[in-house]
């Protein structure tokens, strides 16, 4: 928890877990996220890069719980 990368690919945005998007390597979890278009959107006006899978599911949670 000392070194957080910020320029670097390797963290997650969000909870600051080290993780890797596949994005450059045309394949990454985020791909397989059934992400709304607006949620996509938000992430990207929030975020540089996508966030780690736990977090995409979480998002993806609470937009659809807000949809209800
Ligand atoms: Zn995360
Ligand atoms: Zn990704």
């Known amino acids: 928890m000392s070194?957080?990368?910020?320029?670097?690919?390797?963290?997650?945005?969000?909870?600051g877990l080290p993780f890797h998007c596949g994005v450059a390597d045309a394949r990454c979890d985020c791909f397989d996220m059934q992400l709304t278009p607006g949620l996509r959107e938000q992430l990207?006006?929030?975020?540089?890069?996508?966030?780690c899978v736990a977090?995409?599911?979480q998002l993806k949670d609470q937009a659809a719980a807000a949809q209800q």
Do not use: H
């Not at 990368?5 to 997650?12: K, T, V």
């Open 3 to 15: 070194s957080q990368p910020s320029s670097d690919n390797s963290a997650c945005p969000r909870c």
């Open 44 to 51: 990207a006006a929030q975020y540089r890069s996508c966030l």
């Open 55 to 57: 977090c995409l599911k």
